[in-house]
């Protein structure tokens, strides 16, 4: 049997390519950004704040940016968006660490906005992003063990500023509604998704420490968990080119629930680890399950919002997520900084529990 690869245009070709190349960025500031806050000095306490704070800022300027990139066409903003963050790293690379807390550039849903104006095929397209995405993450993971903590820093300046190249040829067909509002039509179809408010807060509390939970767990260092953050990704990438089958064969809602409840399960055996390697076969594990069915989740949300309501939209389940998200790493770096580093994985289980059930529930009958 020949395996047939997605034929694209040229234009969903650079979307895809600028969306997955941000999976190098993921990959290495998931990894590397607490331990080189830490390695400047920085506590855990501190790192937390910083961590959750750049999710804060770029979630809550990416509401503002996208109401205007919704009157006025979404290029140029999420080309603005990423010099502003290329900048930020760059002053990081410098040994600035409040730098951080613009690594998300202005935020946003420009990206996915201009997407689903291109695409032909949503979910394919959003699947065929997510796969490259994490395999592009395994580069990432990569650059800390190959180039060293400050280094990567300089290394995502050039890629996000690569990722606003990779747009500019890009020709937006939405002209824009001339008029800068923050009201959504569908706000009602929004809410729904409020319940990703939950699955936010418990990922903030664990995800952009994790690295610093394996340093003070088991004393690792970043050439050690290079590789294990690799496995993690490219077992990702694996993983999602999955998702759209497995939606179609019990629904896009229950294939979510499905890897859900099994990721849960995964994250509450992983402090009871005993060494090193049955942590990061269980995290890698978890990895899949929680995030393979991601695509399934984005294509929902701009299928559910019209064209003209599409970045505001985006942004607003950003903000749903990342407000949350924002507040989890100062709850878990103070709680870390302390000495517990288990209640966290338990307080993020029951989130995530109660965030799918309710997920379930409310969209149950949608096909």
């Known amino acids: 049997m ?28 998931t990894l590397a950004l607490p331990l080189y806050l830490k390695s400047l000095g920085l506590d855990s306490f501190q790192v937390g704040l910083l961590v959750g704070g750049y999710v804060l800022v770029g979630s809550t300027t990416g509401l503002l940016v996208s109401a205007l990139a919704d009157a006025y066409g979404r290029k140029r903003f999420f080309i603005v968006g990423r010099l502003v963050s290329a900048a930020a790293y760059l002053l990081l690379f410098l040994g600035v660490p409040a730098a951080a807390l613009l690594i998300f550039g202005l935020g946003g849903g420009s990206l996915q906005a201009l997407m689903a104006e291109k695409s032909r095929d949503i979910d394919r397209n959003m699947s065929l992003l997510s796969s490259l995405s994490t395999a592009f993450a395994i580069v990432g993971a990569s650059m800390p063990w190959a ?15 690569a990722t606003a190249a990779l747009v500019a040829p890009v020709r937006e067909g939405y002209r824009g509604t001339g008029r800068i ?19 936010g807060l418990g990922a903030g509390l664990i995800l952009p420490l994790m690295s610093l939970w394996f340093n003070l767990r088991f004393h690792a260092t970043a050439a050690t968990l290079s590789p294990v953050y690799m496995m993690a990704d490219a077992t990702l990438a694996l993983a999602s080119i999955g998702a759209p089958a497995l939606a179609k064969t019990m629904g896009r809602v229950r294939a979510i629930v499905l890897t859900h409840a099994i990721g849960i399960a995964l994250l509450i055996a992983l402090p009871f680890s005993s060494s090193l390697y049955e942590a990061a076969a269980i995290f890698v594990a978890r990895n899949a399950a929680m995030n393979m069915a991601n695509p399934l989740f984005m294509s929902l949300v701009v299928t559910m919002v019209p064209e003209e309501e599409r970045a505001r939209g985006s942004s607003l389940i950003n903000l749903i997520d990342g407000l949350p998200r924002s507040m989890g790493p100062w709850l878990t770096g103070y709680i870390y900084s302390v000495g517990n580093l288990t209640l966290p994985f338990f307080i993020t289980a029951a989130l995530y529990s109660a965030a799918t059930a309710a997920f379930y529930v409310l969209f149950r009958n949608v096909r």
Do not use: C, K, Q, Y
């Open 147 to 161: 180039v060293g903590l400050r280094n990567t820093m300089l290394a995502d300046s050039l890629t996000v500023m």
């Open 2 to 29: 020949r395996l047939r690869l997605p034929r694209l245009t040229h234009e969903e070709l650079l979307l895809v390519l600028t969306g997955s190349l941000s999976g190098i960025i993921f990959g290495s500031t």
């Open 181 to 199: 509002t923050l009201r959504l039509g569908s706000i009602r179809n929004i809410a729904r998704l409020s319940t990703d408010a939950l699955i």
